[in-house]
């Protein structure tokens, strides 16, 4: 997913696919294991526990991976996947932290877990190997790729890898990372979590109802000359908010405007947005250009302290729609310009 054209944040940069979240493979076939395409739907992943039939899971490309019993040594491959298991409850042998702020954010105990990051080569492929992992997990890109396809077939001598994607809304993200962690074995650490993210979607959609007409912008730094707009479409925060019928400013298509429209300051003011959302940079701006924007001179503007943007788990986005239906209640709609 890596892109010189791309708008993107540059103090919090989206995961490449030799950088911050290396690790990725194919369906891979190891050691008489398999992992083979299936029918089923990519957005209702399912598993099976370690009965007669063995073990399998179905993951968010809609491949099932099948093995002889339930695997015990998982590794995470990517930070993004890897922030959701961790959330989940789910323990890996080793894991990578690419140092973003990603699994930080869940606070993971690594005692005993080895770290298979290595800024140069991505996962450490002899570090990895010597963890035992009999099942890998990694993240699946926009594109529906998985993350690395450079360590492809070296990743594929170890372990059956399984993809999470972090392109869908946080609430199937989250949901693949509790089903994989159930079909393990393993109690749930985020139930309580859950309950407040889907109260905090019932505040938020309730707030959107009664507030139809306002037109909220998500919006983070890209440089000293160029604001980004991110795009509805790809990411994952903004496809929950939109399903919750939140009015979201558009971005055209195209391969520039994958991930975010980049607007020049002087065009900043022009944005027909009466509730601008700061997202994913550090600190607001303060310049005169952000400061004569309608949105901004009417005091609409939420900041969310998110821990990362990046760690889709329930309890990190649940402080995100809690907010957002504060200051949906509270925004007036009409204060930003009239789209051209």
Known sequence: MTSTTLARPRSAVRPTRRGLVAG????????????CGSGASASAPS?????AGGWSFTDDRGHTVRLARRPRRIAFLTDTAGAALWAAGLRPVAATDSGQGIVSAVGPDWTGVTRIYSADKGVRLEALAQARP?????AVQAD?????????????????VVGLSTYRPIE???????????????????SAAENRFRQGGTRLRRAVAANRDLRVGFVFGIDKATLGVMNPGTW??????????????????GADNTYSQAVSWENVPSLPADLLVWAVTDPLPDNALWRRTPAVRAGQ???????????????????????????????????GPDAA
């Open 47 to 51: 598993a099976t526990g370690s009965g």
């Open 236 to 253: 994952a925060v903004l496809k929950t908010v939109r399903a919750l019928g939140m009015r979201l400013l558009p971005v055209p298509a």
């Open 301 to 335: 503007v939420f900041k969310p302290e998110l821990a990362s943007w990046y760690a889709y788990s329930w309890e990190n986005f649940a402080v995100l729609l809690d907010g957002l239906a504060t200051h949906v209640q509270s925004a007036r709609p009409g204060v």
């Open 172 to 190: 199937d993200i989250a949901g693949t990372a509790d089903r994989l962690t159930r079909s393990l074995g393993l109690p749930l650490a985020d």
């Open 144 to 160: 529906g790729t998985l993350q690395v396809a450079s360590q492809l077939s070296e990743v594929s001598r170890i372990a059956p």
């Open 134 to 138: 009999d099942l890998l997990v990694d």
């Open 24 to 35: 990725g493979l194919g369906t891979a076939a190891l050691l008489g294991l398999t992992a």
